[in-house]
T-cell receptor, first 113, second 113 residues
Framework: EPEVTQTPSHQVTQMGQEVILRCVPI?????FYWYRQILGQKVEFLVS????????KSEIFDDQFSVERPDGSNFTLKIRSTKLEDSAMYFC???????????FGPGTRLTVT | AQSVTQLGSHVSVSEGALVLLRCNYS??????LFWYVQYPNQGLQLLLK??????LVKGINGFEAEFKKSETSFHLTKPSAHMSDAAEYFC???????????FGTGTSLTVIP
């Protein structure tokens, strides 16, 4: 069964460093998402991406964040200058055009020290 | 605007007992509703979905949920709990734009042998 994959599974970085989280959505899906889950809190929406542009973003997704689909398979989230409060589990999700359910990857745990 | 409330952050049931996890939603448009399960150190797995068809929805692993518009609820049930059901369960709502999901805070289910 097709699934969303994410790399790395765990990323440790120092405050102020740039990180790129990578996702490979399900191949025939057209809508892509990033969510984050701070430890012990709810899953929060960051951004949605369709047709090579951002379609919706939350207030969390400020200028420090960017997304890109550099080729036909990858979908990346970049955090330009990480802060301690960026420590969280980051989930990528994708969905097909004809349905509304989103399929989530296993997540990348980002630890900022 | 959409939001989700999950009553009970922790629920314990005995093996073989009924599982009932509560979810109430708020939505300004007809909602699409989802239940996801998260096992330790794993991503979010879709359990079931409501997308304006039958109000009683059956999902994987013997779970089902009933959409009740009058009560703005979408509670998750399973007649007989199994040890393998121990996990975190998240209810999510999406508006008809089908874009971002709004998640509840999650309910941690413990199954007692």
């Amino acid at each position: 069964e097709p699934e969303v994959t994410q790399t790395p599974s765990h990323q440790v970085t120092q405050m102020g460093q740039e990180v790129i989280l990578r996702c490979v959505p399900i191949s025939n899906h057209l809508y892509f998402y990033w969510y984050r889950q701070i430890l012990g809190q709810k899953v929060e929406f960051l951004v949605s991406f369709y047709n090579n542009e951002i379609s919706e973003k939350s207030e969390i997704f400020d200028d420090q964040f960017s997304v890109e689909r550099p080729d036909g398979s990858n979908f990346t989230l970049k955090i330009r200058s990480t802060k301690l409060e960026d420590s969280a589990m980051y989930f990528c999700a994708s969905r097909a055009a004809v349905s509304y359910e989103q399929y989530f990857g296993p997540g990348t745990r980002l630890t900022v020290t | 605007a959409q939001s989700v409330t999950q009553l009970g952050s922790h629920v314990s049931v005995s093996e073989g007992a009924l599982v009932l996890l509560r979810c109430n939603y708020s939505s300004s448009v007809p909602p699409y509703l989802f239940w996801y399960v998260q096992y330790p150190n794993q991503g979010l797995q879709l359990l079931l979905k409501y997308t304006s068809a039958a109000t009683l929805v059956k999902g994987i692993n013997g779970f089902e949920a009933e959409f009740k518009k009058s009560e703005t609820s979408f509670h998750l049930t399973k007649p007989s709990a199994h040890m393998s059901d121990a996990a975190e369960y998240f209810c999510a709502v999406s508006g008809t734009t089908g874009n971002q999901f709004y998640f509840g805070t999650g309910t941690s289910l413990t199954v007692i042998p």
